[in-house]
């Protein structure tokens, strides 16, 4: 089992700069894929970024060049720099970790939300 705590939610004015944090504890050794999806109100669950194993990343084209993401193996932790925030980024942000077992099976953290006033 592996579990999920996010951090670093919040509110910030248009252009300014958050960073989201996502630790995993437990069998952290199984885990494969990290990323985070966000979904605003009245809107559907939507990919932001994600990281393999490897370090190759994936963006959503609203936020390539605005938003990194980084892991850290060694602390089982995912993070997503967001730069030149802009209202439409206002939502809730959940971490999803994909981790091998004899399948393939995914976890979710808690949601953290990011408010970008105008």
């Known amino acids: 089992q592996v579990q999920l705590v996010e951090s670093g939610g919040g509110l910030v004015q248009a252009g300014g700069s958050l960073r989201l944090s996502c630790a995993a504890s437990?069998?952290?050794?199984?885990?494969?894929?990290m990323g985070w999806y966000r979904q605003a109100h009245g809107k559907q669950c939507e990919l932001v970024a994600d990281?393999?194993?490897?370090?190759?990343?994936n963006y959503a084209d609203s936020v390539k060049g605005r938003f990194t993401i980084s892991r850290d193996n060694a602390k089982s932790t995912v993070y997503l720099q967001m730069n030149s925030l802009k209202p439409e980024d206002t939502a809730v942000y959940y971490c999803?970790?994909?981790?091998?077992?004899?399948?393939?099976?995914?976890?979710w953290g808690q949601g953290t939300l990011v408010t970008v006033s105008s």
């Open positions: 999803n970790v994909v981790y091998i077992t004899n399948r393939a099976l995914e976890v």
């Open positions: 437990g069998s952290t050794f199984r885990i494969n894929a």
């Open positions: 990281i393999s194993n490897s370090g190759s990343t």
